[in-house]
């Protein structure tokens, strides 16, 4: 099963940038659909960016223009670019991997967005 590791998080000013990774080991990401997650503090998880096995990637209108997701499946990470920071971007993040109606979870990387 793949097991996903994220890393890249911090503390950022507002309109900084950030790029999350997601290093996934115990099987191969080619093929898969990823995609990278948050969840604020007493806030439901959302989806923050979907990359299909090819290079079809979609975003809610809250990061779209600002996030963007690419995968590397000879390194077998994807990652997560992220800019123009906003307070409302302050979350923790994972990183899913799809294998058919299962899905993989990382521990998540805190992303902290302050002036």
């Known amino acids: 099963q793949v097991q996903p590791v994220e890393s890249g998080g911090g503390l950022v000013q507002i309109g900084g940038s950030l790029r999350l990774s997601c290093v996934c080991s115990g099987g191969s990401i080619n093929g898969l659909p990823m995609g990278w997650y948050r969840q604020a503090p007493g806030k439901q998880r959302e989806l923050v960016a979907l990359?299909?096995?090819?290079?079809?990637?979609n975003y809610p209108d809250s990061v779209k223009g600002r996030f963007t997701i690419s995968r590397d499946n000879a390194k077998n990470t994807v990652y997560l670019d992220m800019n123009s920071l906003k307070p409302e971007d302050t979350a923790v993040y994972y990183c899913?991997?799809?294998?058919?109606?299962?899905?993989?979870w990382g521990q998540g990387t805190q992303v902290t967005v302050s002036s």
């Open positions: 990359i299909t096995s090819g290079t079809y990637t």
């Open positions: 899913v991997a799809r294998l058919g109606s299962q899905h993989f």
